[in-house]
């Protein structure tokens, strides 16, 4: 079984930083990619931002200059520094993982945590 548990968030005036950090535990073989979706009320579910390699990682337009995601591929971990947080940054933030298991190739998600920007 596959378990993706994340911390690091609160609540945070505009213009200061977070941590969030996910770690990714169970019977996994390999991790494709690690990343980081938001959910804001009312609006769907979108990618913030995903890293396969240190070189290779996929940013939100919204978020490009401010969020900095990476990845500790021995502890099967994955980060996202926030930075300049804004308003509308505020949503419940999900670790996502595209793992291989026994079984096959599986997308874990964590349970979430939330995200408040205050003006």
């Known amino acids: 079984q596959v378990q993706l548990v994340e911390s690091g968030g609160g609540s945070v005036q505009a213009g200061g930083s977070l941590t969030l950090s996910c770690a990714a535990s169970?019977?996994?073989?390999?991790?494709?990619?690690m990343g980081w979706y938001r959910q804001a009320p009312g609006k769907q579910r979108e990618l913030v931002a995903k890293?396969?390699?240190?070189?290779?990682?996929n940013y939100a337009d919204s978020v490009k200059g401010r969020f900095t995601i990476s990845r500790d591929y021995a502890k099967n971990t994955v980060s996202l520094q926030m930075n300049s947080l804004k308003p509308e940054d505020t949503a419940v933030y999900y670790c996502?993982?595209?793992?291989?298991?026994?079984?096959?190739?599986?997308?874990?998600w964590g349970r979430g945590t939330q995200v408040t920007v205050s003006s």
């Open positions: 996502a993982a595209d793992l291989l298991v026994v079984g096959g190739r599986l997308t874990s």
């Open positions: 169970g019977n996994i073989f390999s991790i494709n990619y």
């Open positions: 890293i396969i390699t240190e070189g290779t990682t």
